[in-house]
């Protein structure tokens, strides 16, 4: 073990490494924020229940909670892996997704012991509506502003930046629902679909130029 | 870090990258399960009863989990070391996998708290036949609808089908037999062999033309 | 799978393993305490209370947390990425440092449920200040000692060394202040603050001669 | 994402990814299991007690089991950077002794709550005595049966199967203390200074022919 390690570590290595432990954090805390949702489920039999009659809610919100993750996992797995390497304020932003995400559990345990108040699902729509515009935020930074995904197509890039903000925009529909504003819940759902108009409208552009 | 990363991302990296945060994503949710499965262990020591007596069920259930979910780790690597990337769906599947996974330490939580009821063994079995059902799910579209491993001749990737299927097979037979019925027990027995026979047969295959 | 890796084992490789290895440690690591300080938080709604109140306090303490160990983490990712490889004292530093990290989620268990008090702001303070003087032992073995970082400047290896120490200057400035012992935070802070301009200054001195 | 990787995954691929992914299992499960270990921590300020006293006693436990989880990382570290790669042999033993420090947390939160006890430091040093065991049958597997460690000196390897056992031995003598059995103790301890007398002699030997 004396032997050291010769090859000297040049400037692209370094930015390599830098986007390959943002990707290992991310995914740890992806993980164990999937892995901890399931831990809070603690069902619990009433009587004259049956056991599978007290597993259904927990497990409803479980597998909603794991799509919802996984969704943004996936999205996020998409973004990252068009970059050649990150910087300080993207890594912030992926700093502040990540520090959304890990939130999922604690989200999930209060839907659980609160049932299907008003205000439960309130929060869990903020909760996904602040997420999406994080990962809206994330994309935009890095393919708009940074330019680090330069192999990405113009068209495709804002395909992919109309998407998540199309569901945030649904996201905040469902809150101004729970909350019977039923104007918001309008304009929500309007901008919603026009985001995600425009979106399989770009991606539709991209496709017709390759 | 002013200096930026100048190879381009081609579309095979890209297809390399998901393959490499699918595995990370899975082996992270694969070593929290595992230790958190580990973290249910509470053993209280009744009045009479020494030290060991109280650990004994606990570590007892805990191996066999340790031993189960270790299974199907090796199982997911053998299929995941045999891609050269992953497409959507085959990320859908393996995300559901990974949800069934990270279910184990609730369902051991379960388990130790309602000790050896017709119950418990029945949902034990239960998510140990569903979580092998989705292994085999996950073979078969890689290999068989995807194609994504076209380096595993067309004889051993059935075997590795049949296998899972197999093991899943046996579970369901003790559901059926926790619950008394012997007929069931008799059919999934039945073709939890056929499946087992079909597997070495297609291994023992592939063996001879090798 | 009968089918041997032929090529040997290098020691230079055996090198690249040894910190590779240690990345991924202290990745995972990281992301749980980041995960767990988030399960931490058990909001409960006093009577008289909007449940947006009950909320307040614990994301606040949750954001503050995330933001220490995230420049931890970022410090740590800058330090790591210029090493070519580590030896035995460097990893043993590093694990020190990764024990104070873990700790963190039990710090905020305590500043939770201990509330606003002198001694809940002196553990916070103090265990800031171990934590980023773990950071300066990490980078000054590394840097100065062990001349594992080779390809970084002289003036800038110096620039991060007494970054992180002035953080920790900082931090007992805090513990002081809770006990109202203004000597000691007057020192504290002309420390830190002196650290902080050294810092700036080889930083600038640095790009001066790039 | 439609263009698809075409290199084809040989052998000696599947071989280092099997490799890949039990170093990720691995440090999955140290890194949880030596952060649950922080969490298990819940000082309680008896009346009359500073706060300072009651953080001393987990504190102590904590550092002492880091050290242990963190000596017993370093081992495997070093085993596994010299393997080319991995048999399903070596992937089993591996296994057990992940499944041995996945309980780690569970050993030192019986230790925080059952105190000095004998029969604490018997299970503690038991645990120890099983881990370090298996952490040399791991390496004595891989390089005395399986011969994946051909880069390594016969006499080295040696040395590094001797070191483990000895410290296997003296937690062993450890036991018998707690439990007054002296002659058991005085055997033990011979048996671990032998062994670590053969350890230090063949690493002599090696440094000697190199």
């Known amino acids: 073990m004396t032997i050291r390690v010769e090859e000297p570590v040049e400037s692209r290595h370094v930015g ?3 986007l390959d432990r943002l990707v290992m954090l991310s995914d740890g805390i992806f993980a164990i924020a999937i892995t901890l949702s399931a831990i809070e489920l603690k069902p619990e039999q009433l009587p004259g229940e049956s056991l599978w ?3 259904t809610v927990p497990l409803y919100v479980y597998f909603l909670s794991f799509l919802i993750i996984g969704l943004v996992w ?3 797995r ?4 068009h970059l050649r390497d990150v910087d300080g304020i993207g890594t912030a932003i992926n700093l502040t997704l990540l520090s959304l ?3 999922m559990p604690v989200v999930i345990r209060f ?3 609160h049932g299907a108040q008003r205000e439960t699902v309130q929060i869990y729509g903020l909760g996904l509506a602040i997420t999406y515009a994080c990962v809206a935020a994330l994309w935009g930074y890095l393919a708009f502003i940074a330019k680090l995904a330069p192999d990405v197509s113009r068209h495709l890039a804002r395909a992919w930046l109309y998407q998540p903000l199309s569901v945030s925009a649904f996201s905040i529909a469902v809150v101004f629902g729970a909350g019977r504003v039923w104007v918001g819940v309008a304009i929500c759902a309007l901008v919603g ?3 995600r108009w425009l979106s399989s409208r ?3 552009l991209d496709t017709q130029k390759a």
Chains 1, 2, 3, 4 share one sequence.
């Open 111 to 113: 839907a659980l012991t």
């Open 53 to 55: 009659q007290a597993w």
């Open 193 to 195: 679909i026009s985001l």
């Open 16 to 18: 390599q490494r830098h």
């Open 74 to 76: 996936m999205i996020h």
């Open 202 to 204: 770009y991606q539709r």
């Open 78 to 81: 998409r973004i990252v892996s």
């Open 101 to 103: 995400v890990a939130l």
